[in-house]
């Protein structure tokens, strides 16, 4: 069953289109990557996909409802997650506090102090972090400001706050980025462990072509806004159309 759908959604910027009638479909449990050169189209498909940008035309269907025109706290609340490229926390909370806020946040839409006053929201709240914490194995870490975290954890600390909302459907946006061979590996481990222990969809947008080919179930490849072509791994590996217009003239 496709808990996520587009048809024909197509993004203009003045006289640029940025998205071109991209139609993709990700079924329920699915690891699926996007890939392109710069400048492609992959950012504006997921911003426009998660709320961040509102379509020129087209559709986006989550689990069957058209969430075009939805704010993104809104889609948030229906079960979609995101991390950025670049990790956003509160540098001077704990790292216990940061998924506190976001798991109380996709109860309330927003961040409401007075949740201190409603004992059951706050156990909820706290019961939610604390499975967060150990997914992540970040639970000895809890009580250390998030700004003192090495690069690594502080990235592993973003999808923790992306999973305080109870997703079903994640995006990952470059979440290897800047990432030693050692820190890959563990998120590499954690995005399996997210789908074949907690049954997550996983929308990942990454440059490292081999975590892509590793892990994913199926590719999407993005050119000048255009999807150009979508298969498992090994297709994408070989498809002449993807070595001319991102990967290069060699076989990856």
């Given at each position: 069953?496709?808990?996520?759908?587009?048809?024909?959604?197509t993004?203009?910027?003045?006289g640029?289109r940025?998205?071109?009638e991209?139609d993709?479909s990700?079924?329920?449990g699915?690891?699926?990557?996007?890939i392109?050169?710069n400048g492609s189209?992959?950012?504006t498909?997921?911003n426009?996909i998660?709320?961040?940008?509102?379509?020129?035309e087209?559709?986006?269907h989550?689990?069957?409802?058209?969430i075009?025109?939805l704010?993104?706290?809104e889609?948030?609340?229906?079960?979609v997650?995101r991390?950025?490229?670049?990790?956003?926390?509160?540098p001077e909370r704990?790292?216990?506090?940061?998924?506190e806020?976001?798991a109380?946040?996709s109860?309330?839409?927003?961040?409401?102090m007075?949740?201190?006053?409603?004992?059951?929201?706050?156990d909820?709240?706290?019961?939610?972090t604390?499975r967060?914490?150990e997914?992540i194995?970040?639970d000895?870490?809890?009580?250390?400001?998030?700004?003192?975290l090495?690069y690594?954890?502080?990235?592993?600390?973003e999808?923790a706050i992306?999973?305080?909302?109870?997703?079903?459907?994640m995006f990952?946006?470059?979440p290897?980025?800047?990432?030693?061979p050692?820190?890959?590996?563990?998120t590499v481990?954690?995005i399996?462990?997210?789908?074949?222990?907690l049954?997550?969809?996983?929308?990942?947008v990454?440059?490292?072509?081999?975590?892509?080919?590793g892990?994913s179930?199926?590719?999407?490849?993005?050119?000048?806004?255009?999807l150009?072509?979508?298969?498992?791994?090994?297709e994408?590996?070989?498809s002449?159309i993807?070595?001319?217009?991102?990967?290069?003239?060699?076989t990856?």
């Open positions: 069953m496709a808990i996520l759908e587009t048809r024909g959604l993004k203009e910027f003045g640029l940025a998205l071109d991209v993709i990700v079924e329920e699915e690891l699926v990557s996007l392109g050169p189209g992959k950012s498909l997921i426009t998660t709320g961040r940008l509102e379509p020129t087209g559709d986006v989550y689990n069957g409802e058209d075009v025109g704010a993104p706290n889609i948030a609340q229906r079960g997650g991390t950025f490229q670049t990790a956003s926390i509160f704990t790292v216990r506090e940061n998924i806020i976001a109380h946040a109860e309330e839409g927003s961040f409401k007075n949740f201190l006053r409603r004992r059951d929201s706050f909820e709240v706290l019961d939610r604390e967060v914490l997914t194995e970040l000895d870490q809890g009580e250390m400001e998030a700004q003192s090495p690594g954890d502080k990235r592993r600390l999808v992306g999973l305080a909302t109870g997703p079903d459907l990952m946006d470059e290897t980025a800047g990432m030693s050692g820190e890959t590996a563990m481990e954690l399996e462990r997210l789908r074949d222990e049954g997550m969809t996983i929308f990942l990454e440059h490292d072509m081999d975590v892509i080919f892990i179930d199926r590719v999407f490849v993005l050119n000048e806004g255009a150009i072509a979508e298969g498992p791994p090994s994408i590996r070989e002449e993807v070595r001319r217009a991102y990967l290069g003239s060699e990856v």
